[in-house]
C-alpha cells in the first residue's frame, strides 16, 4: 500500500510550529479578503510564495498552496488524470 497522506500521521517540526504559532497570532485575516488584516495575510502568503518558489528555481505562479493534505493529494491525482485524458468514461 502506498500512504499519500504522511503530514496525517508526521508530528511537526518544533521549529515550524513555533513559526506558525506566532505567525498566526499576528496575521490572521483572510488573504482574499479587502480589509486591512486581509491584505497583510495576502502579503505574507506572496511573499511565503515567492520564498518556495526562488528555493525551488521555479515561478511563483506554480507553487500552489491547498487547505491540506488530501486536497493537496486529490488535485495532484486529477489533475495528472486529466492531463492524460483518463478521465473520460468517468
Do not use: C
Not at 51 to 67: H, K, R, W, Y
Request: charged share 20%; glycine share 6%.
Amino acid at each position: 500500500m502506498i500512504y499519500f497522506d504522511n503530514s496525517a500521521t508526521t508530528a511537526i517540526l518544533p521549529e515550524s510550529l513555533d513559526t506558525y504559532v506566532k505567525t498566526s497570532q499576528r496575521v490572521f485575516g483572510n488573504p482574499s479578503s479587502l480589509h486591512y488584516l486581509g491584505m497583510q495575510a495576502n502579503r505574507l502568503l506572496t511573499q511565503a510564495r515567492k520564498q518556495i518558489a526562488d528555493m525551488l528555481q521555479v515561478t511563483s505562479e506554480e507553487i500552489v498552496f491547498t487547505s491540506g493534505g488530501t486536497e493537496g493529494d486529490n488535485w495532484v491525482l486529477k489533475g495528472t488524470a486529466f492531463e492524460n485524458n483518463l478521465m473520460e468514461n468517468i
